[in-house]
């Protein structure tokens, strides 16, 4: 079931223009989740918006999913709206055209000739119950790996948890090497010693989880897998609770982003039907947890150098890290945004 909290009945308070300025482009290079497979049921068009684009998604004739840009070439309907699949194409709800899982034309009712035209989309790969888009140039030159706890026997059906804030998603990862904030947010004693071990795209960060939850202690390693700037695995394993959460941090536009995390709790061995009662005890900790920091990052300004004391040096090593899903050649103020996928994809002809 996927859980939703609002934070919109918290007071208003005035927006410093300055919550909305970074110097770095609002969609990073990689890999982003925007459904999971169970959302994208055959013979359905879902709309979706995200990368300051409006798109869709659907399952083509042989199954697979594709992720296109969401207006039609011809005059401009959104194909989400009222659109629907028809022989795993999607028809335009306005003059019928349809196009395939690649974006191509394959039909314009009352046309002498099927127009050579597309509709721009990304590179999409589905597995460990998601649906992945890679938003960059080019092909992709790396993959998430499978997450086999998605699909294991040994962990429950996940929480699943959305919300949005007015921040950069670089802001949201960045937030699993804040050591400091580990005290005042998720109640740790003291800020936890952190490891940060980048390869290529990919990199982990080691530590320990210490806090008391309903009269125990808790004593918990945590493994963070990131990959890429959209996804991350954590793991953390102790004798009470063992939970795998997957956070998937997608740009919705320029000033928000988007944080789905869906909570894979272990079930325990030999009683298994204490399940149910771990996710009550758990959605009351974590969950309000994350709204606390979704009200923070909705009014946080990004900071270029801030002032690090001696033990904050993760959020200055994930930074180093993270730069390699920005343009290269780009100075480090005022970098340009993500191009749109290929225009020429939308409306010229194909080779």
């Known amino acids: 079931m996927r859980f939703r ?23 990073p ?7 999971r497979s169970g959302e994208l049921r055959p013979g359905k068009v879902v709309s979706l918006h995200y990368f300051g684009r ?13 992720v296109r840009d969401a207006h039609c070439p011809h005059y401009g309907a ?69 997450i086999p706890e998605t699909t294991s026997q040994e962990f429950a059906q996940p929480i699943d948890d959305t919300c949005r804030a007015r921040i950069h998603v670089q802001e949201m990862r960045e937030n699993i090497v804040d050591e400091s904030h580990f005290h005042f947010i998720h109640g740790q004693s ?30 918990n390693t945590f493994d963070a897998f990131m990959y890429g700037p959209g996804v991350m695995v954590v793991r953390t394993h102790g004798p009470v609770l063992s939970v795998t959460a997957v956070a998937l941090t997608t740009p919705i536009d320029d000033r ?32 309000g947890e994350v709204r606390e920091e979704v009200r923070i990052w909705d009014h946080k300004i990004h900071q270029p150098r801030p002032v690090l004391l001696p033990h904050e040096k993760g959020i200055k090593a994930l930074r180093r890290w993270y730069a390699q899903f920005y343009p290269s050649d780009a100075p480090a103020e005022g970098l340009p945004d993500l191009p749109s996928p290929s225009r020429s994809d939308f409306s010229t002809p194909l080779p």
């Open 54 to 66: 409006a798109l869709i998604a659907f399952r083509g004739a042989d199954g697979q999913p594709a």
């Open 5 to 27: 909290r609002s934070h919109d009945n918290l007071p208003a308070l005035p927006r410093d223009p300055r919550a909305d300025e970074y110097p770095m482009p609002s969609v």
């Open 256 to 287: 928000t982003s988007e944080l789905r995390m869906l909570y894979y709790i272990r079930k325990p061995s030999r009683l298994p039907f204490l399940v149910p009662a771990l996710k009550l005890v758990f959605r009351a900790e974590a969950l």
């Open 190 to 219: 003291e800020p936890p010693v952190q490891d940060l071990q980048p390869d290529g795209p990919f990199a982990e960060v080691r530590g320990r989880i210490s806090r008391r939850v309903l009269g125990w202690d808790i004593d």
């Open 78 to 146: 959104h194909l989400g709206v009222g659109g629907k699949v028809v022989d795993g194409t999607v028809e335009c709800p306005f003059h019928g055209w349809r196009f395939d899982a690649d974006g191509r034309c394959v039909k314009a009712p009352f046309a002498v000739r099927t127009p050579k035209v597309s509709i721009g989309g990304y590179p999409v790969r589905e597995h460990s119950g998601l649906v992945f888009v890679y938003a960059g140039p080019g092909e992709p030159s790396w993959e998430v790996p499978d």
């Open 29 to 35: 290079y990689g890999w982003y989740a925007v459904l």
